[in-house]
């Protein structure tokens, strides 16, 4: 999957771009899916935590930034890792624990990493990574590069510490980082109307001097937008700046969520919001696609899909003596 | 060889760091304007400003997980935290991401990076700021912990402890900081997992670290006054362990007693007389002791304070009841 060469302004993308972000969409949609099915086939262990919803949450934004712009992120993170271009197949790889997988089968589904293409990882302690996004960006100042860390976790995580810990310090060193939450209401079951006491996200943002805003997550093209002009303030040597992207996630926390906590009516509410099946709508309407265009799509990403997974398949599992190697880096 | 001061040799390796790479930078509460609660990193700010001696909110969590990413991202960081007591509030920061990510990333990724703490009892500071917690820090796969116990150690360990591709929890003793010792002129650095035979004896080893390694020399000398030699050992580091120095001084003196200011319970002490007893257990003349801290909240009261520590009388008893 290629990424956007160029970032225009939202009104100066064209055709083939639109259709570019179309596309990052559902092949994160399928590659979700299929993930879910191999979890049932138990090809997929542990926990797996699916970005169905919530695409265009991390094809807008990661589309806006540089290449090498690094992305920390949480552990629902493989929307994150696809959008930024990571191989599908050697994301699939990971989550079925092969030697080939990002993280060599070490991290699984929570903890992907990819250094060269500066995605510095998923992590699954609850804004556990807010402080370390604040001391790459620490180093990118430092070391006079003009990059923006991007900073993605969800609305559990803003009753942590470390939210807080980490906005006041990025902001009063005036680090180069976008922090970005993906409010989607619910942490892990628990509705953020019965835990948190301002349940606007960005208001509580607004209280470390930093620029915050709520932004549609639901809608690819805002959240493009929404996120160069963000990271064109931050790129500016201005210091952090703050998006809160209103997003629902349409499958359970993880795969062992039985959903018991939200009524059907609400996710079907949202499914009508679908940010795939809206921006495909809209497209169409502009004529710039048609059923067959998207079509060819579908197939494309189908087979791409169908790849990864025999790929994964394929690939060794990592052996034993893996199992020491990396605790250590050891001295050049 | 110069006379200097505990916190000096430290400032010493500090200032060289400094000096020797711009990637260096150095954050913590009060290290800069205030010049650091144990003055260790005294003048630094002065000399190299505000973008390399940086100082932090009241935040460790954020201060050691900013340290983590600044390593990641290139830099070369040093956090101080005040005490090892206020580490707790960064140890998800040390165990799940500093001592994690290399591991998880398959190896991509790497933390250079040094984390400095005071650690020990001695001085009234009650029950929150006294406490010796290396053993917890040693327990985690992914971190090294030095312990220096001298001037030189501090320097040396220091020195390595830059060089490290690793995290490095450096933990150093509050009693220790005035102490003074000699220490070479020159830059030379102390490889980790290489202890000291700091005494040579043939009867008993009484094994320390950091601030314990006082009160076994002061066993020593007691011991020596009952007819028996003790050797000391100074650990210099815990992990990496210097298992090959301990059972070889068992395998001469057959008979350990091991000292810790740590709470004994599930301690670092018991660590250390698992591994005599596995794999030096037919050289005992008698079993592996503990002399470690009381199994209690460290106490105010002067007196108390001190009954919860090791001392040497107590060391030397329990040795003596080896032969």
């Keep these: ?332 | 060889m110069a006379e200097v001061a505990y916190r000096e040799a430290l400032r010493m390796t500090l200032r060289e760091e400094l000096e020797a790479d711009e990637k260096v930078v150095l954050m913590g509460e009060d290290i800069g304007a205030y010049g650091g609660s144990y003055s260790v990193t005294k003048g630094l700010l002065e000399e190299f400003g505000p973008d390399r001696v940086m100082d932090t909110p009241i935040s460790e969590s954020v201060v050691v997980g900013c340290g983590i990413g600044a390593a990641m991202g290139g830099l070369r960081p040093m956090v101080e935290l005040m005490t090892i007591n206020f580490s707790l509030l960064a140890f998800d920061q040390i165990v799940n991401n500093a001592a994690k990510i290399s591991y998880m990333s398959g190896g991509q990724l790497n933390v250079p990076m040094v984390i400095r703490m005071a650690s020990g009892a001695g001085s009234q500071l009650s029950s929150q700021h006294s406490h010796s917690l290396e053993g917890w820090y040693a327990h985690i796969p992914g971190l090294k912990v030095a312990v220096p116990y001298t001037p030189r150690d501090a320097r040396g360990l220091l020195k390595t402890a830059f060089k490290e591709p690793n995290p490095v929890i450096f933990i150093e003793h509050t009693a220790l900081y005035g102490r003074k010792g000699e220490v070479p002129d020159n830059e030379y650095s102390i490889p980790f997992g290489e202890a000291e035979i700091i005494r040579e004896g043939a009867d008993v080893t009484l094994i320390g670290y950091s601030g314990s390694v006082y009160q076994a020399l002061g066993a020593a000398d007691i011991l020596e006054g009952n007819g028996r030699s003790a050797e000391v050992l100074n650990l210099r580091t815990l992990r990496p362990l210097d298992v090959e120095a301990i059972i070889g001084s068992v395998r001469k003196t057959h008979r350990a007693v091991v000292v810790e200011d740590d709470w004994k319970f599930g301690g670092f002490a018991g660590e250390i007389s698992a591994i005599i007893m596995e794999q030096a257990f037919d050289e005992l003349d008698g079993p592996v002791q503990r002399v470690c801290g009381a199994d209690v909240p460290m106490p105010y009261a002067k007196q108390l304070e001190q009954a919860a520590l090791p001392s040497p009388q107590q060391i030397a008893e329990t040795a003596l009841g080896l032969f």
């Design chain 1, 1 to 332: 999957m290629t990424q956007l060469v160029e970032r225009p302004p939202v009104e100066d993308l064209s055709g083939d771009q639109q259709i570019q972000l179309l596309r990052q969409m559902m092949l994160i949609r399928r590659f979700e899916t299929k993930a879910a099915e191999m979890y049932t086939k138990q090809k997929i262990a542990g926990f797996l935590h699916l970005y169905n919803g919530e695409e265009a949450v991390a094809v807008g934004a990661i589309s806006a930034l540089n290449g090498d712009d690094p992305i920390l992120t949480h552990y629902r993170d493989h929307g994150h890792a696809l959008a930024r271009g990571l191989e599908p197949k050697r994301v699939m790889a990971e989550l079925f624990g092969k030697k080939t997988g990002v993280s060599a089968g070490k991290g699984g589904s929570m903890h992907l990493f990819d250094i060269d293409k500066h995605f510095l990882g998923g992590y699954a302690i609850v804004a556990g990574h807010l402080p370390l996004a604040c001391g790459v960006a620490l180093a990118n100042k430092r070391l006079g590069n003009d990059k923006v860390v991007l900073c993605i976790f969800g609305d559990g995580a803003v009753n942590e510490g470390e939210f807080h810990e980490a906005l006041n310090l990025a902001s009063v060193w005036k680090l180069p980082v976008l922090f970005m939450c993906e409010n989607n209401f619910y942490g892990m079951g628990t509705d953020i109307r019965h835990v948190s006491a301002v349940i606007e996200v960005y208001k509580r943002a607004e209280a470390y001097a930093l620029p915050a805003k709520q932004v549609d997550g639901m809608n690819v093209l805002e959240m493009y937008d929404e996120t160069l002009q963000a990271a064109d303030f931050v790129r500016s040597g201005n210091g952090p700046s703050f998006l809160e992207a209103i997003c629902f996630r349409f499958r359970g926390h993880s795969m062992a969520d039985p959903e018991f906590y939200r009524r059907k009516e609400e996710t079907e509410r949202w499914r009508e919001l679908d940010p795939i099946l809206t921006f495909r709508k809209k497209l169409t309407n502009e004529g710039v696609i048609d059923d067959t265009a998207f079509e060819m799509i579908e197939e494309e990403i189908e087979q791409n899909v169908r790849e990864a997974v025999e790929f994964a398949e394929e690939s060794p599992a990592p052996p034993l003596e893996d199992l020491y190697a990396a605790v250590y880096k050891e001295n050049s």
